[in-house]
């Protein structure tokens, strides 16, 4: 998730919103990952169901793009770091019911104090 | 005749009562109703020659496995709900019956664990991905189970039952043995064998 995370932050989560339904497009998420479920991920919620999703299949070697809709009770995930992120591009659509909460706030270190919003910084 | 501080000693006690319950049902366990067939006879058994009313089972929920996630085959566990990706013909069919909201909540057997290969009469063999696991009911009949939604990721997983708690002749365990279906045959990896 560089550049929105760096190694050692502290960051505010709150469940309200992922509990309630209401995640949407752009909000960043701790999410249970599919394939292992004792290891939670930090990742931005690219497209939530019904939305169509873009994304280049193969970023070294061609500009070749692949569309998706995404199904209903799942979501769409991508890291901010594209170049180095196993996320939905390999995963597909993940379930909604593994997103465990909604990261806003990054409290530490001081410098780096800020609200996340929903697009990348 | 209530004054303001009976009133308020009253609301600390019950925000207190409710905070412990909260923990506990989140942490380590709670009740639940099972609601349809598709786990007979284990919870909610048929019983067609009874013209009484029938009951709803209570289950008590154990969340202590969730810390490691750590199950086995032959759990009956309550998970949340994934809709199907909807990948072939009956996909409409799903959509209409399947559980398509993340709030709704699944008790199932699981059948097998990552690495184990699934035989399925119509399909061709499954081998259960990383992470996920194959739920089955036990009433196959009439059961919406793996067989229609895929394997499910065991992130999904939010408890075990282990007893039934009500109607008081049905108190007891529920054991871990699976039935084995003709149509669902399983093979199991070494690496999860225990």
């Known amino acids: ?121 | 005749m209530a004054t303001p501080n009976f009133l308020w000693s009253l609301a600390k006690k019950y925000f207190t009562a409710g905070l412990i319950g909260l923990t506990i049902s989140d942490r380590y366990a709670s009740f639940m109703a099972v609601r349809g067939s598709s786990m007979s006879p284990t919870l909610n058994p048929y019983n067609e020659n009874s013209t009484a009313f029938v009951l709803d089972d209570y289950v008590l929920v154990e969340k202590l496995c969730l810390q490691r996630y750590k199950f086995s085959r032959g759990d009956v566990v309550v998970f949340r709900s994934s809709s199907p990706p909807g990948l072939d013909v009956a996909s409409l069919l799903k959509e209409l019956s399947s559980p398509s909201n993340y709030k709704e909540k699944n008790v199932k057997r699981i059948a097998a664990m990552p690495g184990d290969w699934i035989h399925l009469p119509s399909l061709d063999t499954v081998r259960v991905p990383e992470g996920h696991c194959w739920v089955v009911g036990d009433n196959a009949a009439c059961s919406m189970d793996s067989r229609s939604f895929g394997p499910i990721p065991l992130g999904l997983i939010c408890g075990r039952v282990t007893h039934v708690v009500w109607p008081p002749q049905r108190i007891g365990g529920v054991n871990s043995k699976i039935s084995m279906l003709p149509e669902v045959q399983v093979l199991v990896s070494e690496e999860h064998s225990h």
């Open chain 1, 1 to 121: 998730m560089f550049p929105t995370f760096k190694d050692g932050n502290i960051v505010l989560t709150e469940r309200i919103t992922s509990r309630s339904g209401r995640v949407g497009s752009g909000d960043v998420v701790l999410i249970r990952s599919p394939d292992n479920p004792r290891k939670v991920v930090a990742k931005r919620v690219k497209g939530i169901e019904g939305d169509e999703v873009s994304y280049v299949l193969d970023p070294k070697n061609s500009d070749e793009q692949k569309t998706v809709v995404v199904p209903k009770g799942h979501v769409w995930i991508e890291g901010d770091n594209i170049q180095n992120s196993y996320d939905s591009r390999q995963l597909g659509p993940v379930p909604y019911a593994l997103v465990q909460s909604r990261i806003f706030f990054v409290v530490w270190p001081p410098k780096d104090f800020r609200l996340i919003g929903n697009e990348v910084s």
